[in-house]
């Protein structure tokens, strides 16, 4: 019953958004505006051709690189500043200062450095999720109750086993939340970073809609794959949060 | 018998906004080896931060602790501190908890950690984490983690106030048993009198801040103890009028 009513809930407010979506449209006669039912249409016959496959894979696989890059960077850097007071007095000013940088105001320098290949949105998607994880990481460790900690230095352990077996797994849950957050982020610049790669992904897919011919069937038929895709991940991130040894810190 | 633990007029102030706050304002005694010593006094006195300073958690502004004759230097295995908020890694499993105090390449370190896991009673639980255990199951990892180090001296911070009146005293008599086998040097730091009377060897009060040792009982009845003896009820009076009660 609960399971049930956990996903018929969000369908049918999914379906009323679409049927105002829809008379609106009718309504107001416009002819560049599409119906659900051409979005749909102009969905399948990408889905045929099968471009639509090369554009979400290109996309997850910038996002997905940007990401990891992310987690492998932010994460040791956001335990360093977390644990080590004078790593974070001396970072969190430069990490304050550069977190509020759009990265489409780094698009002209990416550009500069990386060319116009997979690499410019993979930095720019990069820079959009390594500065939450980083925050939240180090939050995280600040967070630590006082009691673990002298708990383990009772027993005397060496500095590499409390790093190791009770800092990490202390932080792990809240850095669990960070990523989340962070590849939320990291999909939400996913079209601002396709503004400039070539022929592939969700956000060209977009920009080229629009650019060739007026396709708004297929700018929204993008838009909406991208917020099913980010269901789909956060999804996929929430199962971490199952994980017994992180439960014990989310009350449900 | 030759003292465990020595406090040579300890003294602790905390700064606030209003200046500084002094908790403690020099306190002296012993505890000997195998000794069992409660301490209680009134709520804010400085119970905790004494105890932490003992455990070498704290610094004292003044005085110094020596443990074995040693100068008290940081914490060490030797004295292992089981608090009232408890310190159960919630990461680890039970048996992990056990093993966790367990330096270096040792093979016995299973072993060891379920017989302890056994001595207070958690056979069956080895593999559960912490969050699938009620209450006093909790007081025991906390209580069998500490036991499995073989530590010199227990440090113990009001363990058993936040578990309900029954599971409490329930406790009480599971730890008493284990000492009875175990002999170890055992500083309680209680706001449960009767608690102080039914456990200790001798009852040491403390003042209000910054406080001070205002009196010392020494409480000289073999276990098992009836706390409705009429000797118990007399000292148990005479320790409240301590407080003015």
């Known amino acids: 019953m609960g399971k049930l009513k956990q996903i018929v809930a969000p369908l049918a407010v999914a379906a009323m958004l679409v049927a105002v979506w829809w008379i609106a449209v009718v309504a107001s006669e416009s002819v560049i505006f599409p119906t659900p039912l051409q979005v749909v249409t102009g969905t399948l016959e990408l889905a045929r051709d099968g471009t639509l496959w ?155 809609s629009r650019n060739a011919g007026n396709r708004y069937d297929l700018v929204v038929a993008g838009m909406v794959i991208i917020g099913l895709t980010g269901l789909l991940l956060d999804g996929a991130m929430r199962r971490l949060e199952r994980l017994k040894s992180v439960r014990w810190r989310y009350a449900r | 018998m030759r003292a465990k633990i020595a406090l040579t007029d300890i003294r602790k102030s905390f700064p606030t906004d209003d200046g500084p706050l002094h908790v403690i304002g020099g306190v002296d005694f012993t505890v000997d080896e195998g000794e069992f010593v409660a301490i209680v006094g009134p709520s804010g006195c400085g119970k905790t931060t004494l105890l932490n300073i003992v455990a070498g958690f704290d610094r004292p502004d003044h005085g110094h602790v020596t443990v074995d004759g040693a100068a008290r230097n940081g914490p060490s295995p030797k004295g292992i501190v089981i608090s009232q908020r408890g310190s159960v890694f919630p990461w680890l499993t039970v048996q992990q908890n056990l093993m966790f105090g367990l330096n270096g390449r040792r093979p016995d370190k299973k072993a060891l950690a379920d017989h302890y896991a056994a001595v207070v009673g958690l056979t069956g639980f ?120």
């Not at chain 1, 673990?148 to 009770?166: C, D, H, P, T």
């Not at chain 2, 911070?157 to 730890?175: G, N």
């Not at chain 2, 009767?194 to 276990?223: K, N, Y």
Request: a negative charge; glycine letters at 6%; hydrophobic letters at 55%.
């Open chain 1, 54 to 208: 090369n554009h979400i894979g290109a996309s997850l696989f910038r996002v997905g690189a940007g990401f990891l890059l992310a987690i492998a960077a932010g994460v040791p850097l956001g335990l360093l500043m977390g644990w080590v007071s004078g790593a974070f007095s001396t970072l969190n000013p430069i990490v304050q200062i550069l977190r509020p940088i759009s990265p489409i105001a780094w698009i002209p320098i990416a550009i500069l450095w990386f060319g116009v290949g997979d690499l410019s949105p993979i930095f720019l998607i990069f820079l959009s999720s390594v500065f939450p994880t980083i925050v939240q990481t180090a939050a995280a460790v600040h967070a630590i109750e006082r009691q673990y900690i002298w708990a383990a230095e009772n027993f005397g352990v060496s500095r590499y086993k409390l790093f190791l077996q009770v800092v990490i797994p202390a932080a792990l849950p809240q850095i669990i939340v960070g990523m989340r957050v962070s590849l939320g982020v990291a999909w939400l610049v996913v079209v601002a970073a396709e503004m400039i790669a070539l022929r592939s992904g969700l956000g060209y897919l977009i920009i080229d």
């Open chain 2, 126 to 245: 080895e593999k559960g984490y912490p969050h699938e255990l009620y209450g006093g199951m909790l007081k025991r990892v906390e209580l069998a983690r500490a036991l499995v180090v073989k530590p010199e001296i227990l440090y113990m911070d009001e363990p058993l106030a936040a578990l309900d009146a029954l599971t409490s005293l329930q406790m009480r008599f599971e730890v008493l048993r284990i000492l009875a086998e175990e002999r170890h040097t055992c500083m309680l730091i209680t706001h449960d009198v009767e608690e102080a009377i039914h456990m200790a060897d001798r009852i040491i009060v403390l003042s209000p801040r910054p406080t001070t040792v205002q009196a010392t009982f020494e409480v000289p009845f073999a276990h098992p103890r009836n706390l409705a003896h009429p000797e118990m009820i007399e000292l148990k009076a005479s320790i409240l009028s301590e407080f003015g009660l």
